[in-house]
């Protein structure tokens, strides 16, 4: 089976198993497949939950295809060309139209909490979905085999929480990094976090090109 099909199958019994989530599953995961595994670094993208307060079931890796929408979209995008590029100057991020738009589609993408919520996250419902699905969130990692994961989870107790065996270390630009079996993680902003968006792209290429973030 692909990892994709794994993953379908995965979300399948998922939303099987949770009278909660029956006709409301948000999917996620390998935007492309034959692009995904190619990259020459495999990159994951971990949120929260999705915007969408109704709750109506659907799936990130055909909605990407609909084009980029909203700063969320952007910024992942943004972070996605520069990984995949070397850290251009960012500015060649906006004149590279064609690779900016396409750059998505080399990297995976999830949510922690399948089932759509509010522009504002709940800590304690997100801890509940968190909890709820451990396994089955940390097996969709497992199967899309990342080199990196990029957090974008805002609290520190639900990353502390699904990596519970995580050491986490300092990068040197007050960004906390750490080794989740054979993957390395990055503890960052949300990408709709309201920074500085050429300020966040200089300061993921910092982390990555950091001799901590090498070492581990």
């Not at 109704?54 to 943004?78: C, I, M, N, P, V």
């Not at 990342?146 to 974008?152: E, F, R």
């Given at each position: 089976?692909?990892?994709?099909?794994?993953?379908?199958?995965?979300?399948?019994?998922?939303?099987?198993?949770?009278?909660?989530?029956?006709?409301?599953?948000?999917?996620?995961?390998?935007?492309?497949?034959?692009l995904y595994?190619?990259?020459?670094?495999?990159?994951?993208?971990?949120?929260?939950?999705?915007?969408?307060?109704?709750?109506?079931?659907?799936?990130?890796?055909?909605?990407?295809?609909?084009?980029?929408?909203?700063?969320?979209?952007?910024?992942?995008?943004?972070?996605?060309?520069?990984?995949?590029?070397?850290?251009?100057?960012?500015?060649?991020?906006?004149?590279?139209?064609?690779?900016?738009?396409?750059?998505?589609?080399?990297?995976?993408?999830?949510?922690?909490?399948?089932?759509?919520?509010?522009?504002?996250?709940?800590?304690?419902?997100?801890?509940?979905?968190?909890?709820?699905?451990?396994?089955?969130?940390?097996?969709?990692?497992?199967?899309i085999e990342?080199?990196?994961?990029?957090?974008?989870l805002t609290?520190?107790?639900?990353?502390?929480?699904?990596?519970?065996?995580?050491?986490?270390?300092?990068?040197?630009?007050?960004?906390?990094?750490?080794?989740?079996?054979?993957?390395?993680?990055?503890?960052?902003?949300?990408?709709?976090?309201?920074?500085?968006?050429?300020?966040?792209?200089?300061?993921?290429?910092?982390?990555?090109?950091?001799?901590?973030?090498?070492?581990?």
């Open positions: 089976m692909t990892r994709t099909e794994q993953l379908n199958l995965l979300f399948e019994n998922w939303e099987a198993e949770i009278p909660e989530y029956k006709g409301k599953f948000i999917k996620d995961g390998i935007n492309n497949e034959d595994t190619n990259a020459k670094t495999k990159m994951l993208f971990l949120t929260k939950e999705p915007n969408n307060p109704k709750q109506e079931a659907g799936d990130f890796r055909k909605w990407w295809k609909e084009g980029l929408k909203y700063t969320f979209s952007h910024r992942l995008a943004e972070w996605s060309y520069g990984i995949l590029n070397d850290f251009p100057e960012y500015e060649q991020t906006w004149h590279d139209k064609e690779g900016f738009s396409s750059a998505i589609f080399y990297v995976a993408f999830m949510n922690i909490k399948k089932i759509g919520g509010k522009g504002l996250s709940n800590y304690a419902e997100m801890e509940r979905h968190l909890l709820q699905n451990k396994d089955r969130l940390l097996r969709q990692i497992e199967i990342p080199d990196v994961i990029i957090t974008g609290w520190k107790k639900l990353r502390n929480q699904l990596f519970d065996k995580v050491i986490w270390k300092h990068s040197g630009y007050n960004i906390a990094i750490g080794r989740y079996q054979n993957t390395k993680i990055i503890d960052f902003y949300h990408p709709s976090a309201r920074n500085a968006a050429a300020a966040s792209y200089s300061l993921l290429e910092n982390v990555m090109k950091s001799s901590s973030f090498k070492q581990l």
